[in-house]
């Protein structure tokens, strides 16, 4: 299996704060064509990550599979765990290789920042909120990234899929020091009021709203934006700045953090 991970001392630098990041696979891959990756994208948030990383911040960068991990894990129905009579275990071996070749493109257009790299089928068991796995070794600082991915599960499951929209609520929620959570997503604005042309930017939401949205279960194999939504909710509660962006514009991200606000949706806690 093809790896190349990186994992170097990073430089001291002034703190101000810990981002948190997803990176949607819509966003950064083609998700209709097998392992097809968007560069010139990849790149645009990477040269975001590092204007970020000048400022002094501490960043922690979760990228989703695309159709690097979901085309195949759907064919093969990974999300389901080990079904008798179905081989799956060369198709986990290749989602796993293939999610190794997008997160090494991920990990290339970052250069030369100094990494930390976390493949969860590493430290992770099962999948959902309330997976089993240490999260302390990001607490290091510097720039760390990790990644959706078909974990071991216990039996009978055996394995299956981690979204990286549950890795971003456990990083939020229980990382000290983060001050912004940001899904950078494709394909709209933010939350819209319609899933239509007709619909309208909802700026401010919180889990009294209602919103529209589109789930391709015939690609994903997670929960899409309704997941998100749910993570994203769930996060605004211990985090003061939670937002949906466009991730084609990774000029609003750095808006979010310099100025409070910019064009997408920022979730407001109830409490």
Not at 59 to 81: C, M
Not at 110 to 130: K, M
Not at 178 to 194: E, N, Q
Request: charged letters at 25%; glycine letters at 10%.
């Amino acid at each position: 299996m093809k790896r190349r991970y990186r994992f170097e001392r990073v430089p001291p630098t002034r703190f101000m704060g810990r981002i948190i990041m997803k990176w949607g696979g819509g966003l950064i891959s083609d998700k209709t064509s097998l392992c097809s990756a968007e560069f010139g994208r990849i790149q645009e948030l990477a040269d975001c990550v590092k204007s970020l990383s000048l400022m002094g911040h501490d960043i922690v960068i979760v990228h989703g599979a695309g159709s690097f991990g979901h085309i195949r894990a759907r064919k093969f129905r990974l999300n389901e765990g080990d079904i008798d009579g179905l081989d799956q275990l060369d198709a986990v071996d290749q989602v796993r290789s293939d999610m190794d070749d997008l997160h090494n493109l991920v990990i290339d257009a970052l250069e030369p920042l100094s990494i930390t790299s976390h493949a969860p089928r590493d430290f992770v068991v099962n999948t959902g909120p309330n997976f089993k796995g240490n999260i302390d070794r990001f607490q290091l600082p510097g720039i760390h990234i990790t990644f959706g991915d078909v974990v071991d599960c216990d039996s009978p499951k055996n394995f299956g899929i981690l979204s990286g929209d549950d890795l971003m609520l456990r990083l939020s929620v229980e990382l000290p020091d983060v001050t912004h959570t940001i899904f950078a997503m494709s394909g709209a604005p933010g939350l819209m009021t319609t899933a239509d042309e007709n619909g309208e930017l909802i700026p401010l939401w919180d889990d009294t709203m209602t919103y529209s949205g589109h789930h391709s279960e015939d690609v994903d194999v997670t929960g899409g934006i309704f997941l998100k939504v749910e993570r994203a909710s769930s996060i605004a509660q211990y985090v003061g700045q939670v937002w949906l962006v466009d991730g084609r514009h990774p000029s609003r991200i750095m808006e979010i953090v310099e100025n409070g606000h910019t064009v997408g949706t920022r979730f407001c806690s109830t409490s």
